[in-house]
T-cell receptor, first 114, second 113 residues
Framework: GENVEQHPSTLSVQEGDSAVIKCTYS??????FPWYKQELGKRPQLIID?????GEKKDQRIAVTLNKTAKHFSLHITETQPEDSAVYFC?????????????FGRGTSLIVHP | DVKVTQSSRYLVKRTGEKVFLECVQD?????MFWYRQDPGLGLRLIYF???????EKGDIPEGYSVSREKKERFSLILESASTNQTSMYLC????????????FGSGTRLTVV
């Protein structure tokens, strides 16, 4: 099955700095890579995703890059703000029967210091 | 907005009890999932279902079963609760094409004493 490694487990930055979270996956058949943000006590929410036919996607201060050859993808947050503090999860989805089944990384706790 | 609703936010059960966790989604999604979330271990898939009465084991199905009698409802069952099943349980749903990713419920924090 799919195996997703996520690093670092904890990331501490100053407000205004950039933050980068990296994930690797093992199944070359995976073709959908979402990122979720989970604030304390709340449900994970999709913040950005990328499909295997695209190398990079941006949405305001966040961007995701995908390198299919190396089987890794990364989340980039620029100009971090205290409200970016949360746990971030990456996932890689491969097809199982008629459905896409995600495998999640273990999460990165991002702390943005004012 | 897709809504995924979990019936209980907090539950406390005794060892050996049969426990039912309920999840309902209102967007006609075919796929539904149950995850367990533990610190440092991320989200681990227990079971998923891609259609009514269909179920597939995830990565950690031992000690759990599921039921999907209606498209909108997916139940997680702990046949005989144990203390190592104390955890946060998250339900999620998605459409087959995954156009909008997965939508999670708010979670049920289960404590088994």
């Amino acid at each position: 099955g799919e195996n997703v490694e996520q690093h670092p487990s904890t990331l501490s930055v100053q407000e205004g700095d950039s933050a980068v979270i990296k994930c690797t996956y093992s199944d070359s058949a995976s073709n959908y890579f979402p990122w979720y943000k989970q604030e304390l006590g709340k449900r994970p929410q999709l913040i950005i995703d990328i499909r295997s036919n695209v190398g990079e996607k941006k949405d305001q201060r966040i961007a995701v890059t995908l390198n299919k050859t190396a089987k890794h993808f990364s989340l980039h947050i620029t100009e971090t703000q205290p409200e970016d503090s949360a746990v971030y999860f990456c996932a890689a989805s491969s097809r199982s029967g008629g459905s896409y089944i995600p495998t999640f990384g273990r999460g990165t706790s991002l702390i943005v210091h004012p | 907005d897709v809504k995924v609703t979990q019936s209980s936010r907090y539950l406390v059960k005794r060892t050996g009890e049969k426990v039912f966790l309920e999840c309902v989604q209102d967007m006609d999604h075919e796929n539904m999932f149950w995850y367990r979330q533990d610190p440092g271990l991320g989200l681990r898939l227990i079971y998923f279902s891609y259609d009514v009465k269909m179920k597939e084991k995830g990565d950690i199905p031992e000690g759990y079963s599921v039921s999907r009698e209606k498209k909108e409802r997916f139940s997680l069952i702990l046949e005989s609760a144990s203390t190592n099943q104390t955890s946060m349980y998250l339900c999620a749903s998605s459409s087959p094409g995954q156009r909008y990713g997965y939508t999670f419920g708010s979670g049920t924090r289960l404590t088994v004493v």
